[in-house]
C-alpha cells in the first residue's frame, strides 16, 4: 500500500484481556518496527523484523509480549492478560531495508490501547 | 549508552520566528539520523533524514544539520507558523543499524 496501515486506530479492552494490533506495512519493504509510546513519554522500542525474522525482541517489556510477521508482511502485536501499564499508543514502521543506508522509516498512525 | 536528549522539552513562540531545535547524542559513533514531526493523536510524519556522510538536508522552511564531532544535530525552522505546531522527534539508527533511538521530542506551539 501507499502507507504504514495499523489496526484497529482505537481499541478499548478489560484488564486480563488479550488483544492483537496489526501492522500493514509498505509493500517491498523488509524491515519492521514496533514502538510503543506511553502519555507523555518517548517512543519505546519493541521488536524488528527482518523480513519474517526477529532477530532484535530486547525491547519487549514482558513474556506477555509477543510478535510475528508472516509472508514478509503483516505483523501481529500480541498482548496477553492485558494490565494497565499497558495502555498506550502502540506505532509500527516500516523501512526499505535496515541499516545504514539511506532508507528511512515511515511510520503508521497508530493505535491506541487503553485498558481498564 | 545512546541516549538521545532534545532541548527544550517545550517552547512557545509569535507566529513569524525562527527556531532552532537541538538534538544531542551520548554516542559519538553517528550513523543515520531523522527528524519526525508528531501530532496530537497521530502518528510520527517522516520530515528530513541526514545520512551520516551528509552535514545538512533542506526541505522548504525545514533545515537540519548534523554535526558529528559534537554528536549534536539542529532543527531550524525558518518563518514559523500555527500549522507548524506539533511535537518533533529526533532519532539516530543505534549501532546496530536496526532500530531508531529516539529523544523525548521538542513540543513546539507558535501563536498568532
Known amino acids: 500500500g501507499a502507507g504504514v496501515s495499523q489496526s484497529p486506530s482505537n481499541k478499548v479492552t478489560e484488564k486480563g484481556k488479550d488483544v492483537e494490533l496489526r501492522c500493514d506495512p509498505i509493500?517491498?519493504?523488509?524491515?519492521l518496527y514496533w514502538y510503543r509510546q506511553s502519555l507523555g513519554q518517548g517512543l519505546e522500542f519493541l521488536i524488528y523484523f527482518q523480513g519474517n525474522s526477529a532477530p532484535d525482541k530486547s525491547g519487549l517489556p514482558s513474556d506477555r509480549f509477543s510478535a510475528e510477521r508472516t509472508g514478509g508482511s503483516v505483523s501481529t502485536l500480541t498482548i496477553q492478560r492485558t494490565q494497565q501499564e499497558d495502555s498506550a499508543v502502540y506505532l509500527c514502521?516500516?523501512?526499505?531495508?535496515?541499516?545504514?543506508?539511506?532508507?528511512?522509516?515511515?511510520f503508521g498512525s497508530g493505535t491506541r490501547l487503553t485498558v481498564v | 549508552k545512546q541516549e538521545v536528549t532534545q532541548i527544550p522539552a517545550a517552547l512557545s513562540v509569535p507566529e513569524g520566528e525562527n527556531l532552532v531545535l537541538n538534538c544531542s547524542f551520548t554516542d559519538s559513533a553517528i550513523y543515520n539520523l531523522q527528524w519526525f514531526r508528531q501530532d496530537p493523536g497521530k502518528g510520527l510524519t517522516s520530515l528530513l533524514l541526514i545520512q551520516s556522510s551528509q552535514r545538512e538536508q533542506t526541505s522548504g522552511r525545514l533545515n537540519a544539520s548534523l554535526d558529528k564531532s559534537s554528536g549534536r544535530s539542529t532543527l531550524y525552522i525558518a518563518a514559523s507558523q500555527p500549522g507548524d505546531s506539533a511535537t518533533y522527534l529526533c532519532?539516530?539508527?543505534?549501532?546496530?543499524?536496526?532500530?531508531?533511538?529516539f529523544g523525548a521530542g521538542t513540543r513546539l506551539a507558535v501563536h498568532p
Open positions: 532519532a539516530r539508527l543505534s549501532g546496530g543499524y536496526n532500530k531508531l533511538i
Open positions: 509493500s517491498g519493504h523488509t524491515a
Open positions: 514502521a516500516s523501512s526499505l531495508q535496515a541499516g545504514v543506508l539511506p532508507y528511512g522509516y515511515t
